[in-house]
């Protein structure tokens, strides 16, 4: 089985701190991505990488950046919390370049700013 | 640009009743198209997907969905809804360089 793992499930932070939340999966996928599940806003996409050092913005990606140094870990980095960052984050995973793969999805981190 | 509707933010079924959850998409090809089940607490477990061919698609859990292309429609269908399927839907639509489009979700309660 695909196993996705992100770091923390709860997190919590002051305003202004530097964040850095987790990912690592465990099979060799080409195409790994941040998002953000709000309340009534569904899963909105902050960044994707589709390979090694390689990044594109999503939808959402003010306020964020990524790191991909390796295949298996992709990292979302939150350079000044704000509490409008409090949320969800979900980290996912397809196995190849293509609209027909399904994602693989961790368990997600609950972040606090406070 | 691509989208995905889900018109109903909270729905509330008895156990035993049939269930029916409504998405639209809007893409510009043809769409891949997925349905996504999340448990509270829990990341997003993949029910079943829509590439091509046959427009019944059956999935995990007891659950189908039907493809209309002539409605841009992808609704999911449960005959006997269990109380352990109360969680929240997500429908999206698979779009280009391999990103999905999420709908906003739908939350299930399923009452005894």
């Known amino acids: 089985d695909v196993k996705v793992t992100q770091s923390s499930r709860y997190l919590v932070k002051r305003t202004g701190e530097k964040v850095f939340l987790e990912c690592v999966q465990d099979m060799d996928h080409e195409n790994m991505f941040w998002y953000r599940q709000d309340p009534g806003l569904g899963l909105r996409l902050i960044y994707f990488?589709?390979?090694?050092?390689?990044?594109e913005k999503g939808d959402i990606p003010e306020g964020y950046s990524v790191s991909r140094e390796k295949k298996e870990r992709f990292s979302l980095i939150l350079e000044s919390a704000s509490t409008n960052q409090t949320s969800m984050y979900l980290c996912?995973?397809?196995?190849?370049?293509?609209?027909?793969?399904?994602?693989?999805f961790g368990q997600g981190t609950r972040l606090t700013v406070v | 640009a691509q989208s995905v509707t889900q018109p109903d933010i909270h729905i509330t079924v008895s156990e035993g009743a049939s269930l029916e959850l409504r998405c639209n998409y809007s893409y510009g090809a043809t769409p891949y198209l997925f349905w996504y089940v999340q448990s509270p607490g829990q990341g997003l477990q993949l029910l079943l997907k829509y590439f091509s061919g046959d427009t019944l698609v059956q999935g995990i859990k007891g659950f189908e969905a039907e493809f209309k292309r002539s409605q841009s429609s992808f609704n999911l269908r449960k005959p006997s809804v269990h109380w352990s399927d109360a969680a929240e839907y997500f429908c999206a639509v698979g779009s280009t360089a391999s990103k999905l489009t999420f709908g906003t979700g739908t939350r299930l309660q399923v009452t005894l």
């Open positions: 990488s589709y390979d090694v050092k390689m990044k």
């Open positions: 996912a995973t397809k196995p190849a370049t293509g609209r027909n793969t399904e994602a693989f």
